[in-house]
């Protein structure tokens, strides 16, 4: 049985993970894997500007750093952002997927360029920093916000009566600026996925559930990331990151 280790962005109570953990069931995976999700030690309150990202960043890392020792075959990452990424990746050997840039390319394997859903105007500079850096500006019909603000633990539960004909706007919008697929801008709007897939012309790419999906692809083509992208540290120093998250969260208290 191969085991992944589903890190969640925020450190959230058990309904906030159970919230997260309910994505599995949106996609058919083999009975030979199973996902664990874990909250981070400390983190970011919000997710709005570069204050937020270098924290996320930083959390998540600390969250993962153990996991290959801890018998995980493989990691997740539970936010677009991507954020942590790039050093779990030079700390482990075993495969990090993460869905900002996978949902993105995966999007252009079904047409020729993506919209992204925004669920407010402040996150929208995060997307373009994310096309941009991935060298998919021109993939990238349009980012979209549908103006609700964040609920990073109970997500979309009990708003869909006032949320998902907003998000359903917003999708028209960017197909209307040419998008040919519509990519969740967040894991936090897994929920309507269904809703909004049933309702466009277009696929609608849900982040998370593709992620564990590429994860069971990854692990059964006995695959991981190039230690050329990616070389290890010269002196990695995993206990000074605990240490700093240990007392992050200290001080959260």
């Known amino acids: 049985m191969a085991k992944a280790l589903v890190i969640v962005p925020f450190a959230l109570d058990e309904k906030g993970i159970a919230n997260r953990q309910s994505q599995t069931k949106a996609v058919k995976l083999g ?26 960043e930083m959390a998540i890392f600390e969250a993962g750093m153990s996991a290959e020792a801890d018998g995980y075959d493989a990691v997740c990452i ?30 252009l394997m079904l047409g020729g360029k993506f919209g992204v859903l925004a669920q407010w105007d402040p996150a929208i500079v995060r997307y373009q920093k994310a096309v941009a850096e991935y060298g998919l500006s ?11 603000p964040p609920d990073f633990a ?69 695959l991981t990331h190039s230690r050329r992208a990616y070389p290890t540290p010269l002196a990695p120093k995993p206990e000074m990151v605990h240490a700093m998250m240990k007392a992050a969260a200290a001080t959260e208290k």
């Not at 012309?201 to 559930?209: A, D, E």
């Open 31 to 56: 009975p030979d894997i199973e996902f664990d999700f874990r909250p981070v030690t400390a983190g970011p309150t919000s997710f709005m500007s570069a204050h937020d990202w270098a924290l996320m």
């Open 78 to 107: 539970d936010t677009m952002s991507d954020s942590g990424l790039a050093p779990l990746r030079a700390m482990l050997d075993i495969p990090v997927i993460s869905p900002g840039r996978a949902s993105m390319l995966f999007a």
């Open 138 to 148: 021109a993939q990238c019909a349009a980012v979209e916000s549908f103006g609700s």
């Open 154 to 222: 109970n997500l979309l539960d009990g708003k869909e009566d006032s949320v998902f004909p907003k998000m359903l706007a917003a999708a028209e919008r960017a197909i209307e600026k040419g998008a040919d697929v519509i990519c969740l801008g967040s894991t936090t709007m897994h929920q309507a996925a269904e809703f909004l897939a049933d309702k466009l012309p277009v696929p609608v790419i849900n982040p998370g559930p593709l992620t564990y999906k590429l994860v069971e692809t990854v692990l059964g083509l006995g």
